[in-house]
């Protein structure tokens, strides 16, 4: 049986060699499938690796509140347009249950100058405790001291974007910076941490809130408030309470709507990595397609073949072969095909995606189960396509096929 199998592979890739031209367009279908699923799953994967990434730098156990955005004659306002968060209701919350430390939010869009030179960037104002909340961890230099925060001192800490713009490859630190035409000095530069979906987290300059509050914007109210639960598992009971307390402190009776929204980003990220898992199947679904139209070109050839090797077959037959030898040959002659082009699909695909995540943008992600996923469906594409040629050949009377011009 074995030799039998050894045989047939043997004259299904001598077949192959004797058409070179005929097996490579056969196989470029394959090849083409095989690399594209490779590729475009591997943007899929690359993606949510990102996003994941980016969420999680945030923070796990993190909880973010903003005003409510509740519609208004069928328009919808921004998320954090409202002006009903408070001061007094940060400080409530910070004496919840499991709430490890939280931080209020101001932000601006702003121009700082330093010296002939400008930057466009977002200016916020929080309170020390928001490196804690959010991460944010110094570089060089430091955060602002209590005695800062309730003096209203005009300091600042800068992303590492700002400081390359305004600065170049001079050190930020003790220099001054304008904003809004006031003088302010850089007391620190934050630690890189690029991109956060489309926001630039080393874009931005950090100043004490009080300073924002009072100083830049002049408002009395909040813009947003950083809660950090002291564990992932107490999120959505802080998230409960939070809403609870806010409901109570701003009179919403049972029935009305909030006029303030909880956002846990452990729920952001769980419904971010459902919408890439999509994306990364309907990537590879699309990709998928080329590979049947690939094994359709495998069915082509094959009938192609067994046309040609009609008198072949008609000797192999009237010197014995039977129905079980000439299927198995045609089969395995389709199976090589899928073989030979999965395995050179599989390695354009890798190269693919290692160009992609090197010229392009685009993060890639090269896992092993839609490199064995592809491979296994392009043999089976061969036997599968294979099948109506080979059984024609087997069933070919070998009166008729000796006879065949």
């Given at each position: 049986m074995n030799a039998m199998v050894a045989e047939n592979a043997k004259m299904a890739w001598q077949s192959l060699l004797a058409n070179k031209m005929r097996s490579l367009l056969t196989m470029l279908g394959i090849i083409i499938g095989v690399a594209a699923v490779i590729a475009l799953v591997s943007i899929g994967y690359g993606v949510q690796k990102d996003i994941e990434k980016q969420i999680s730098g945030l923070g796990s156990n993190l909880l973010l509140v903003y005003p409510g955005a509740p519609r208004s004659h069928r328009v919808q306002p921004l998320a954090g347009s409202l002006e009903t968060l408070t001061a007094a209701d940060y400080e409530a919350i910070t004496h919840l249950p499991h709430v490890a430390n939280a931080s209020p939010g101001l932000r601006g869009t702003f121009i700082a100058i330093a010296g002939n030179k400008n930057w466009t960037t977002n200016v916020r104002g929080v309170t020390s405790s928001y490196r804690e909340v959010r991460g944010m961890e110094i570089g060089e230099g430091r955060y602002w001291t209590d005695r800062e925060e309730k003096s209203r001192a005009r300091v600042a800490v800068i992303g590492t974007s700002v400081a390359k713009e305004l600065f170049g490859d001079m050190s930020p630190l003790g220099q001054k910076i304008r904003i809004n035409n006031d003088p302010y000095t850089v007391i620190g530069v934050l630690e890189s941490k690029g991109l956060s979906g489309f926001d630039d987290q080393d874009n931005q300059i950090l100043a004490p809130f009080t300073t924002v509050r009072d100083r830049l914007l002049g408002i009395t109210h909040i813009q947003s408030i950083n809660v950090k639960t002291d564990s992932p598992e107490h999120m959505a009971q802080v998230d409960a309470d939070i809403t609870n307390l806010l409901r109570v402190r701003?009179?919403?009776?049972?029935?009305?709507?909030?006029?303030?929204?909880?956002?846990?980003?452990?729920?952001?990220?769980?419904?971010?990595?459902?919408?890439?898992?999509?994306?990364?199947?309907?990537?590879?679904?699309?990709?998928?397609?080329?590979?049947?139209?690939?094994?359709?070109?495998?069915?082509?050839?094959?009938?192609?073949?067994?046309?040609?090797?009609?008198?072949?077959?008609?000797?192999?037959?009237?010197?014995?072969?039977?129905?079980?030898?000439?299927?198995?040959?045609?089969?395995?002659?389709?199976?090589?095909?899928?073989?030979?082009?999965?395995?050179?699909?599989?390695?354009?695909?890798?190269?693919?995606?290692?160009?992609?995540?090197?010229?392009?943008?685009?993060?890639?992600?090269?896992?092993?189960?839609?490199?064995?996923?592809?491979?296994?469906?392009?043999?089976?594409?061969?036997?599968?396509?294979?099948?109506?040629?080979?059984?024609?050949?087997?069933?070919?009377?070998?009166?008729?096929?000796?006879?065949?011009?």
């Open positions: 701003h009179g919403i009776t049972p029935g009305e709507k909030d006029d303030f929204m909880v956002e846990n980003m452990a729920d952001v990220m769980s419904a971010m990595q459902e919408a890439t898992r999509t994306l990364t199947l309907f990537l590879g679904a699309v990709a998928a397609i080329s590979l049947l139209v690939g094994g359709i070109g495998i069915m082509n050839i094959m009938l192609v073949s067994v046309s040609e090797r009609t008198k072949e077959i008609g000797i192999r037959k009237a010197l014995g072969a039977t129905y079980r030898m000439i299927i198995t040959q045609f089969l395995i002659e389709a199976a090589v095909i899928g073989l030979v082009g999965g395995t050179v699909g599989i390695l354009c695909g890798i190269a693919m995606a290692v160009v992609i995540s090197q010229v392009g943008q685009v993060s890639t992600e090269i896992t092993i189960l839609p490199i064995i996923g592809s491979f296994v469906f392009s043999m089976l594409i061969g036997i599968v396509f294979g099948l109506y040629p080979a059984r024609k050949a087997a069933r070919l009377h070998p009166i008729d096929a000796l006879h065949h011009e």
